[in-house]
Structures are given as C-alpha cells and as structure tokens.
C-alpha cells in the first residue's frame, strides 16, 4: 500500500540530502520533531552531523536535546548561556543584526549561541516546521479561514524577519545556514493539501503529517517528542527579564537600553512607551499582515492611530 504522504516524505528527505550531502553539518537542535527529523536524514548523506543545543544547564531543550541524541547515536554539544554572560551575548547580536525587537531577540538567541559554538561548515534549522505542519497552539481548534490567516501571517513573520535575521547571525560566524521545511519543493505540497489534514483538533494533534513521515521513516522516537518555543525551552527570556528586573526595567526597556548603547546614533527618542492591549488573536494576525505586506510595522501604525487621534480630539474619524 503507497504511503499517503510519500511525495512529500521524498521531497522533504531530498531537500535535507541537497542542503547536506558530502558536508560537515551542524544542526540547530531543540531535542524535538522538527530538528530530530532534519538531523536523522541528514546522517544517512552528509560527511558528519553534530548537534548543537542552547540552554541552561536545567533547560527543557537541554533536557530533551540531551535525550534525544543518545537515542539517534548522534554527537552533541550543550552551547551553554548563562545570567553572567547572557548581556553580552545580546550586545553581540545587536551589532550583527541591527535588531533591536526583544521578542526577535529572545528567539533568535538559542541558534546565535549555536552558531558561536559550531565549526562545521553548514548549519541545519528545522525553521518553518511549526508554520507549514501546524505546530503552535494558535492552530489548535481553528476553521478553514482563520487557519490559513494565521499560517499566512507566521509565514510572513517568519520570512520578513527571522530568516532575515538568521542568516545574519550565521554569516557573522562564517556559517551558511539552510531550511530544508521552507524549500520550494516541500512548501508547494504543503500548500496543495487539504487544510483539515493539516489542521490540529488538540495540542496533541500537531504536526500529525510531519510525524507520521517520521514514523514512516522508522524514527518512531521522533513522533512524540513535546517542544516548547526556544525562547522558553531554552530559557533565553527568563535570563533577560532576570537581567531587566536587577535594572529596575521592563523587559522590552533593557533590550533597548542595550540597544542603544550598540547604536547610539540610530536611537529613537520616542520609543519611551509602552501600549498593553489585548484583541482577538485572528484579528491581530490578519491587521498585521497587511501591515507587513503595506511596509508598516505595527508599532508605527499604532504611532499613526494615537497622532490622527491627538490630531482629530477624538474617534469621529473612524466613523460608526
């Protein structure tokens, strides 16, 4: 009997053998499904895979990543961070990729380590998994149209900014980094099926697509690994709000304290607040993405709104 997702099991295996074959590699590794999968096939064609972990020595990710590659027979190195040099790590990756948005930050620090750490050639990321398989939480429980409006929008996120920003991080050490779930030849298929095979009635459900590739496979160990973003498994954010809280500063306030200590001159005197709301999540996604796709980032748009209603003395503008 042919395997229900077997043009999309060879398209994903082809793309990690394209990206690794006959290269010393490193993988960006959390310890879960994503990164598993992608360090399992690239055994099988490149010169050598090491794995490369993020975290504190009593993290979530140390602990699974740890786990997970004495089961796949792979070698790992803990790329630890700590509260003693965590703000220098930040300074560092300021000048490398001019950010300066904490949540960017945050999630982007566990692969600036492993980068810092790694000596192979190549470095793998699993980036792209959570959004094409539908691994966050946000999936769980959503109809066709609010599905596709949140995919859009983390795919968006995803490549206006993280990508971006990692391929910053990698080449400031040298390192060429590759996505083999955002290859055109994987994405495509995705893309082609139906949204109710990919979309997760429960946590548990998630990313059922890419697990039963994995078991297929017969990585069987793969398919119920748990993950916790990389900010939190790793705890790069509890290390920031610890270091912002020792300066009296909320956490958004520390980053851009550091920030402009790295850039002076780049500093904006008005970034000196900020706004707290809460709205519907699928209403946030699908305004932000047509901020994204217009150019505006949605702090400037909030900029617009406040000025037009200083401007207007109120919201008759808006219209009933």
Known sequence: MTFRYAELESAITDSVRRMCEGKRVAVAFSGGLDSGLVAAIAREHAESVRLYTCGTSD???????????????????????????????????????????????????PLFRVCQEADEEVILSGQGADEYFMGCAKFVGKDDDEYRTLRDAGVERLLGVSVPCEISIASHFGMDIRYPYLDPSVTSLVEAMDPEELRPDDMDSRKAVLKAIAIHLG??????????????????????????????????????????????????????AVIHARVNRVLKEEAELVLYKSGI???????????KVIEEGGLDFLGK
């Not at 000048?95 to 949540?103: I, K, N, V």
């Not at 909320?250 to 008005?270: C, G, I, K």
């Open 297 to 307: 980032s949605p702090s400037e748009a909030i900029d617009r709104f406040y000025r």
């Open 219 to 272: 990585h069987m160990v793969l398919a119920d690994r748990k993950k916790k973003s990389s900010q939190y498994g790793s705890r790069t954010t509890d290390l920031i709000r610890s270091l912002a809280r020792a300066q009296g500063l909320q956490f958004n306030e520390y980053v851009e304290s550091l920030y402009a200590d790295v850039f002076p001159a780049r500093t904006v005197a008005e970034r000196c």
């Open 59 to 109: 993290s979530y990710d140390v602990r699974m990543a740890r786990d997970l590659s004495e089961r796949l027979d792979l070698p790992w190195v803990h790329a630890e961070i700590s509260l003693d040099t965590m703000e220098a790590r930040i300074r560092e990756m300021i000048a490398a990729t001019g950010t300066s948005d904490p949540f960017t930050i945050s999630y982007e620090m």
